[in-house]
């Protein structure tokens, strides 16, 4: 992928947060790229480093948050060099962010009309009779019905999914260039998830946005991202495309989130297959590789070593020692 056409582009991101019983390592050499148009998923576990990958863009990490290696570039803005006055110019502008959970991230004190205006109005050079108009179209846009009514409405008035379509309602005030999607539709019902998911593929063509989706369910992304980022204890451990993450999965970790998942196809009563153990100690993390613990086909050289990425494809990679193995096999064979 060349350079001038990447809209983000994050080399070997480092992060780390002190707390009173230690560093904890939360981002540990992460690269990810993204051109504009395209919607990228980052999955894994809770607790892996997708939201804090995502903060880290924004800088809205905690304060004992630090980033300590490498750096984003988002736009043209070197985002890891910018002061927080600047920042502020793009925040909500440029990049906006849907949250977990639109109950606690809504103000509750505030009208759903009062919280869209303050973003236009800070944002641009509208004047309130525009930022009422404006507010009213967002609504409309995100497919709230009677949108004057809603104007007035407080947070707890609306169902969750009329809450989650009033953040990214906030979150397109401005036309962004970048949309982060942190787990949109946790806590909503499938029926509901599936309408959140067709809304903002719908925005992404109709405003010609790209799209950071944050989950740790590989379902929701397959229909919606054209590349797939597996994050587990801070590091990408397989990058692709889509197909070729879902066809062709060549890190363990990948390979059993996979196998969680229900497959329609399946026969009935077929259990599903979790993935054994427990997510790394990130105050202790492994010397080698982080997923060696859980791994069914560990190597000494997985719990010795950090395992560099080896390249499968054009744009897909995965940091495996199995694949580094392979291919010494194959250069082997060859010879």
Same mark, same amino acid.
């Given at each position: 992928?060349?350079?001038?056409?990447?809209?983000?582009? =994050?080399? $070997?991101?480092?992060?780390?947060?002190?707390?009173?019983?230690?560093?904890?390592?939360?981002?540990?050499?992460?690269?990810? #790229?993204?051109?504009?148009?395209?919607?990228?998923?980052?999955?894994?576990?809770?607790?892996?480093? %997708? #939201?804090? /990958?995502? +903060?880290?863009?924004?800088?809205?990490?905690?304060? $004992?948050?630090?980033?300590?290696?490498?750096?984003? @570039?988002?736009?043209?803005?070197?985002?890891?060099?910018?002061?927080?006055?600047?920042?502020?110019?793009?925040?909500?502008?440029?990049?906006?962010?849907?949250?977990?959970?639109?109950?606690?991230?809504?103000?509750?004190?505030? /009208?759903?009309?009062?919280?869209?205006?303050?973003?236009?109005?800070?944002?641009? %050079?509208?004047?309130?009779?525009?930022?009422?108009?404006?507010?009213?179209?967002?609504?409309?846009? @995100?497919?709230?019905?009677?949108?004057?009514?809603?104007?007035?409405?407080?947070?707890?008035?609306?169902?969750?999914?009329?809450?989650?379509?009033?953040?990214?309602?906030?979150?397109?005030?401005?036309?962004?260039?970048?949309?982060?999607?942190?787990?949109?539709?946790?806590?909503?019902?499938?029926?509901?998830?599936?309408?959140?998911?067709?809304?903002?593929?719908?925005?992404?063509?109709?405003?010609?946005?790209? =799209?950071?989706?944050?989950?740790?369910?590989?379902?929701?992304?397959? #229909?919606?991202?054209?590349?797939?980022?597996?994050?587990?204890?801070?590091?990408? @451990?397989?990058?692709?495309?889509?197909?070729? =993450? +879902?066809?062709?999965?060549?890190?363990?970790?990948?390979?059993?989130?996979?196998? #969680?998942?229900?497959?329609?196809?399946?026969?009935?009563?077929?259990?599903? @297959?979790?993935?054994?153990?427990?997510?790394?100690?990130?105050?202790?993390?492994?010397?080698?590789?982080?997923?060696?613990?859980?791994? %069914?086909?560990?190597?000494?050289?997985?719990?010795?070593?950090?395992?560099?990425? /080896?390249?499968?494809?054009?744009?897909?990679?995965?940091?495996?020692?199995?694949?580094? &193995?392979?291919?010494?096999?194959? &250069?082997?064979?060859?010879?």
């Amino acid at each position: 992928m060349e350079k001038e056409n990447m809209l983000l582009d =994050i080399q $070997n991101l480092k992060l780390s947060f002190t707390t009173p019983a230690g560093e904890v390592k939360a981002l540990n050499d992460v690269s990810v #790229s993204l051109k504009q148009g395209d919607v990228l998923g980052i999955v894994g576990e809770s607790g892996s480093g %997708k #939201s804090v /990958t995502a +903060f880290s863009l924004m800088r809205l990490t905690p304060s $004992n948050g630090k980033v300590i290696g490498g750096k984003t @570039v988002f736009n043209g803005h070197t985002i890891t060099e910018m002061s927080e006055k600047e920042m502020r110019t793009i925040r909500g502008k440029e990049v906006s962010i849907i949250f977990q959970d639109p109950m606690t991230s809504l103000n509750p004190v505030y /009208t759903i009309g009062n919280q869209i205006k303050e973003v236009i109005l800070l944002h641009t %050079k509208a004047t309130k009779k525009e930022a009422q108009a404006r507010a009213v179209e967002l609504l409309q846009l @995100v497919g709230i019905n009677e949108p004057k009514k809603r104007m007035k409405q407080y947070p707890h008035e609306l169902s969750g999914g009329m809450r989650q379509r009033v953040m990214i309602a906030i979150a397109l005030a401005c036309e962004p260039k970048l949309l982060i999607a942190d787990e949109p539709t946790t806590a909503l019902d499938v029926t509901i998830q599936a309408q959140i998911l067709e809304l903002m593929m719908e925005l992404k063509d109709k405003l010609g946005m790209s =799209i950071i989706m944050i989950t740790h369910d590989l379902g929701v992304v397959a #229909s919606m991202c054209d590349k797939i980022a597996v994050m587990y204890a801070g590091k990408i @451990v397989e990058y692709g495309e889509t197909n070729e =993450i +879902f066809y062709h999965p060549k890190h363990e970790y990948t390979k059993g989130l996979l196998n #969680s998942i229900p497959r329609l196809d399946a026969e009935s009563h077929t259990k599903l @297959v979790p993935i054994e153990g427990t997510p790394v100690d990130m105050l202790n993390p492994p010397a080698g590789c982080p997923f060696a613990p859980r791994c %069914k086909n560990c190597m000494k050289v997985c719990l010795r070593e950090i395992p560099p990425y /080896t390249s499968i494809k054009e744009d897909h990679y995965s940091a495996c020692w199995l694949l580094q &193995k392979e291919e010494f096999e194959k &250069k082997g064979g060859e010879q």
